[in-house]
């Protein structure tokens, strides 16, 4: 079957003022499959998630969207072109009411469409009923798994075909996490083109089609979930060398 | 009677602070930084519209826009010197202390387009009324009721709308809004403009009552608004308008009081009063109770 790449990313570098955060990575993302990135803290994970998004510019490679070069672009561009970014740690709009974030996740189609964007309110309630009941609560009144739905939710109102999600199970109970990633397995299924950046790698094994692991701001490795079982090359780059 | 001649007396005056705290609010809720240059931008614009009125002589309903124009215009100007630059969380204070330093370059420039110490301002020709024993100034009461009207519509329109969503969405965190594909710049310079235009008006009212400009009425108005915004509520544009009144009320009793020396200590006691006790503002969010609840979620 011909697969189509949705991401390319080559030989991305990007730097925090002095420090090298990526050096040199270079991933794909295919269609409608859910790419995981695996990395201990400070791999550059969350750095390369936030450079394909936008907010931060690389000093060098390129990133190719559904093969258009989108490399420094504005983040809002690249929201109209379907990319869409849930951020670490949620950070929904804390003193706007659940609904209010739905809207502003709309950002972008509000003025113009704003039936249709009522209507995929409706349709994120009925996917996440826990948003319905809180629909006039304030978002950050919520509990750390309902504000990650509320999260997802908002992302998704922008229609996105790929979605970059950073972390969906931090400082959530074991539970709770097992709840976001069957979201995220079903969102896939739908068809939503999904790249997952995790910590918790023996979570991310569960769901994710392709896996490519980060360490030090280089990737080292890339492939199927056969090969990354194989290799027990998770281990070397959690626990060192010697592990392995 | 006389207390509640006093009592009027200082709720119509205090309005003209709340319109000034208005336009602090709005910057302030919006980007959490407190503009400091905003009383001297907006003595730039009354400055420039008089300069630009002695040379063309038009009537007073073409020199209320120049007004606005100006004002937004000079704030317009110090969004893009003091705040665009430092839109970091590092540049909350640089950009306090350029505005701080843009304040003394726009009062050098008002100074040079309005040389005489004092200026005749254009007035209001608006009688007084009087109500039994009570007198109302006619101007005075046009300026409570803008005043009312202009903060009713910034309260609808925040609370309301879809341009006030992306607003308090900037405003509770602007990287995040920026992920929604929000220009947040363009959101901050919109604010300003908006604020320009309140101060105009605030400007315009107050300076017609009192018929005359002088070099120290951007200090006032910096000055005043701030007291009026931190005594209401940060970022609250309820607590604005009240915050305002309050001053003034507050000021009208204790002047009345203690002699006009005591307008002035008034203003910093209540400040210094509502500080120790609620330093969030009467109005605003309680600031470190806000900060804990919003770390302890998890």
Redesign the interface.
């Known amino acids: 079957m011909e697969e189509k790449k949705i991401l390319e990313v080559e030989g991305l570098e990007t730097s925090y003022d002095m420090i090298k955060a990526l050096k040199g990575v270079s991933i794909s993302a295919i269609t409608g499959k859910l790419t995981c990135i695996l990395g201990p803290n400070g791999a550059g994970k969350s750095t390369l998630l936030f450079t394909l998004?936008g907010?931060l510019n690389p000093d060098r490679g390129k990133v190719i969207f559904e093969g258009e070069d989108i490399t420094n672009q504005?983040?809002?561009n690249?929201?109209?072109k379907g990319l869409?970014?849930v951020?670490e740690n949620r950070?929904?709009?804390?003193?706007?009411t659940v609904q209010?974030n739905l809207?502003?996740?709309a950002?972008?189609r509000?003025?113009k469409e704003?039936e249709i964007v009522e209507q995929d309110i409706s349709e994120m309630y009925a996917r996440f009923p826990v948003l319905k009941e809180r629909s006039s609560q304030l978002g950050?009144?919520m509990?750390?798994g309902e504000q990650q739905m509320l999260a997802v939710a908002?992302a998704l109102m922008?229609k996105p075909k790929l979605l970059l999600m950073d972390e969906p199970s931090v400082?959530?109970a074991p539970l709770i996490v097992g709840e976001i990633f069957s979201i995220i397995k079903q969102l896939n299924e739908e068809g939503i083109s999904i790249v997952l950046v995790e910590q918790n790698a023996s979570k991310a094994l569960e769901i994710g089609d392709y896996f490519y692991l980060l360490d030090q701001g280089k990737q080292i490795f890339g492939g199927s979930r056969e090969a990354i079982l194989k290799e027990n090359i998770i281990k070397k780059a959690y626990l060192g060398e010697s592990a392995g | 009677m006389e207390y509640i001649q006093i009592s009027i007396d200082g709720i119509l005056y205090g309005s003209s602070y709340s319109l000034i705290a208005l336009g602090f609010s709005l910057v302030f809720g919006v980007m959490r930084r407190i503009n400091l240059a905003y009383g001297s931008s907006l003595l730039l614009g009354i400055a420039a519209a008089l300069w630009v009125e002695n040379k063309l002589n038009f009537s007073i309903i073409f020199f209320i826009p120049t007004v606005l124009i100006f004002c937004s215009l000079s704030n317009l100007y110090v969004e893009r010197v003091c705040f665009a630059p430092h839109n970091t969380k590092a540049g909350v204070v640089v950009s306090m202390i350029s505005s701080f330093a843009i304040w003394m370059q726009l009062d050098e420039i008002s100074a040079q387009l309005l040389p005489d110490r004092t200026h005749s301002f254009p007035s209001l020709e608006v009688s007084t009324f009087e109500f039994g024993e009570l007198f109302f100034r006619g101007d005075q009461i046009l300026n409570i009721f803008i005043a009312f009207i202009i903060s009713a519509i910034l309260f609808l329109a925040v609370y309301k709308t879809k341009y006030g969503i992306i607003l308090r969405a900037v405003s509770n965190s602007a990287d995040t809004a920026k992920l929604m594909g929000c220009n947040t710049n363009l959101v901050n310079s919109l604010t300003f403009i908006v604020a320009g235009v309140i101060g105009g008006i605030a400007a315009f009212l107050v300076l017609s009552t009192e018929s005359q400009v002088t070099p120290l009425f951007g200090f006032w108005c910096t000055l005043k608004g701030l007291v009026a915004m931190m005594i209401g509520g940060l970022g609250s544009l309820v607590g604005a308008f009240w915050g305002g009144l309050l001053l003034g009320l507050l000021e009208a009793h204790l002047s009345y009081q203690f002699g006009p020396v005591f307008r002035e200590i008034t203003t910093f006691s209540i400040l210094l009063i509502v500080l120790i006790i609620r330093p969030g503002g009467l109005m605003g969010v309680n600031i470190y109770k806000d900060l804990k609840s919003r770390d302890e979620r998890i």
């Open positions: 998004a907010i504005q983040t809002s690249l929201v109209e869409a970014l951020p950070l929904i709009f804390p003193h706007l209010e809207l502003a996740g950002y972008a509000l003025a704003r950050g009144t509990s750390g908002r922008s400082g959530l």
